[in-house]
């Protein structure tokens, strides 16, 4: 029920319950064979560089996720990330498959965290490793909150168009 979280290397990781949060916002873990058979995997996003701006699990042996494990992704909301970016967040050594999934994510599921669609891979990088790649940004993503996205896409947009048709008009006549 705790949580583990931290940089640096241990032996085999099995994760029944509570968490795994590798790295110290962001970081890397290294273990030994890993095992999820439940409890969560925490992943911080806030740049492209592994392990100083997201988070990964590095796995020298086995990387058996069961399909209870939680796969829970932050995203820090500063950042935005490019189209098709990609981040291995288990680096699986050597040429032996991933077996199993994260909860409810099979190979190539969708996961969509504050505006940006992740598509989930466990053949990624080398082809054994557990990878993320940027499928969609919704175009409010990084940009700062001005109210504009309400007039583009709502009602307001004719009424915007009105008042500042009946203000050019105005103006117009008092000259």
Not at 110 to 131: F, K, W
Request: include cysteine; charged fraction near 10%.
């Amino acid at each position: 029920g705790g949580i583990l979280k931290g940089v640096g290397t241990i032996g085999t990781l099995s994760l029944v319950s509570g968490t795994v949060a590798p790295g110290l916002s962001p970081g890397c873990l290294s273990s030994g064979n890993l095992s999820y058979t439940g409890g969560t995997l925490e992943i911080e996003i806030n740049g492209a560089t592994v392990c100083t701006e997201y988070d990964q699990q590095t796995v020298t042996g086995t990387v058996a996720l069961g399909t209870a494990t939680t796969l829970d992704i932050a995203r820090f909301t500063s950042y935005a990330p490019e189209l098709n970016s990609t981040y291995t967040i288990i680096s699986n050594d050597a040429s032996d498959a991933v077996t199993g999934t994260f909860a409810g994510l099979a190979q190539g599921a969708e996961i969509v965290v504050d505006g940006v669609t992740y598509t989930i891979s466990y053949t990624g990088g080398d082809g054994n490793d557990v990878v993320l790649t940027v499928t969609a940004v919704d175009e409010s993503v990084g940009a700062p909150n001005t109210g504009a996205h309400i007039i583009r896409s709502g009602i307001l947009l004719p009424i915007f168009a009105i008042l500042s048709a009946a203000a050019i008009i105005y103006m117009n006549f008092v000259v």
